[in-house]
């Protein structure tokens, strides 16, 4: 038996009165693009059932209200033509923990989400038909290294060096990595192609891997487990970066004409690059972005949020158009593996996920990287996926009323 909620209007007003100014904002900055969320009606949803164990939905819920709590409740949060205050939608996971708690049938959770939720679609890829996305995936590899310098472990990961300064930009309010030329000015910091070719970030090696297009994937990834020569294996993550811009090394070879698009996966990028040694470098410093990294403690990743990645729940979103802050649901499609460990055929995707992370490549409302976790079907999962798909977010449409 589900619950039911009594609607607390009060703790709109406040967030209600900041949205004309909110709105004004948005338009002014992207002048008439469309709407980065719909609101749905009913009868244009999808059915909210979810092709994953409850379990981990439940654990990533719990990490997701957990961030939550560290919030101001009244800070508002637009969606579409609406603006909540955090308070609201920490309520609205609360209330689907609840749900979950109580173990409902797929038939059951999805009348109980349609009944008490509120749902929103992203507005999906320009010259696409409204609210198509393309559902990417990321994951954590798990690589040999180590942490002495003798071949064939030669390529090295690095800890921020101290010519990295970041400061904060006045009108935007970003921070922004920098270093300082001879005369004592702030200017960019060097680019990837700069950093390696004159090992610009010397003394602060955490770990030497044995092959660069590891190396360079585990930049792209932001976060892996390496196993050292001692047998022991640790956790590294994503620290900071250079600052500058993400280049798709992928992109590159399909404007080359070396692969098509269809063919552009990180399988098939990789191989390219072992077969042409001669052109590998300069492929890989075409991305001028440099990851620097840190040792963490073992267990999940963690997501630009702070919280721990939930492998199959978390995503990473572009958190200047889309709200990170809610419940969401993927509607995609995922690989199903043969006995050789290979992609035999794709599936439907369905499942309830949480926007718990970025990445420099997931810009726009039209892009989402769904993190696969660890292990060869993470792996070629998240090497393989460039799938059309659709994302939603949800927040519960009543309340209980704190009063009673």
Not at 49 to 61: I, N, Y
Request: charge should be neutral; aromatic fraction near 10%.
């Amino acid at each position: 038996m589900h619950q039911t909620y009594k609607r607390n209007p009060s703790a709109l007003i406040c967030a209600k009165k900041l949205y004309p100014l909110l709105l004004l904002i948005f338009l002014l900055l992207h002048g008439c693009a469309k709407a980065p969320l719909d609101r749905m009606e009913t009868d244009t949803l999808p059915q909210f059932t979810d092709d994953l164990e409850l379990k981990g939905l439940l654990t990533g819920a719990v990490r997701h209200l957990h961030y939550l709590n560290k919030i101001p409740p009244e800070t508002p949060v637009t969606l579409g033509s609406d603006t909540y205050p955090v308070s609201w939608l920490r309520e609205s996971m609360e209330s689907f923990i609840d749900i979950l708690k109580q173990e409902p049938s797929p038939a059951e959770l999805n009348r109980i989400v349609l009944e008490n939720f509120t749902v929103y679609r992203a507005g999906g890829r320009k010259n696409l038909p409204r609210g198509e996305m393309l559902i990417t995936g990321y994951y954590e590899p798990f690589l040999q290294g180590s942490l002495e310098k003798k071949a064939p472990f030669l390529f090295p990961l690095y800890g921020p060096p101290d010519s990295l300064i970041q400061v904060r930009d006045p009108k935007s309010g970003k921070i922004l990595c920098k270093r300082r030329d001879a005369t004592g000015k702030l200017v960019p910091y060097w680019t990837r192609r700069e950093i390696e070719k004159n090992n610009l970030a010397a003394g602060n090696e955490l770990v030497y891997l044995n092959d660069p297009v590891d190396n360079f994937i585990l930049h792209v990834q932001g976060s892996g487990k390496i196993q050292l020569q001692d047998g022991s294996i640790r956790s590294i993550h994503y620290s900071t970066s250079n600052g500058l811009e993400y280049f798709s090394i992928g992109k590159l070879l399909v404007d080359q004409g070396k692969m098509t698009l269809q063919e552009a996966s990180i399988p098939s990028i990789r191989d390219y690059l072992r077969t042409h040694p001669d052109e590998q470098e300069a492929i890989l410093h075409h991305n001028s972005k440099f990851i620097f990294f840190r040792w963490e403690q073992s267990g999940d990743p963690i997501g630009s949020l702070g919280e721990p990645l939930t492998p199959g729940r978390s995503i990473a979103i572009d958190r200047a158009m889309l709200p990170h802050a809610t419940l969401a649901f993927l509607v995609s499609r995922k690989p199903v593996l043969n006995d050789a460990g290979e992609i035999d055929t794709w599936v439907p995707l369905h499942r309830f996920v949480f926007p718990q992370d970025t990445g420099s490549a997931i810009q726009g409302t039209g892009r989402a990287d769904l993190f696969w976790g660890s292990g060869n079907y993470a792996k070629q999962a998240a090497g393989n996926m460039k799938e059309a798909g659709a994302l939603y977010f949800l927040v519960k449409n009543k309340f209980e009323d704190q009063e009673n």
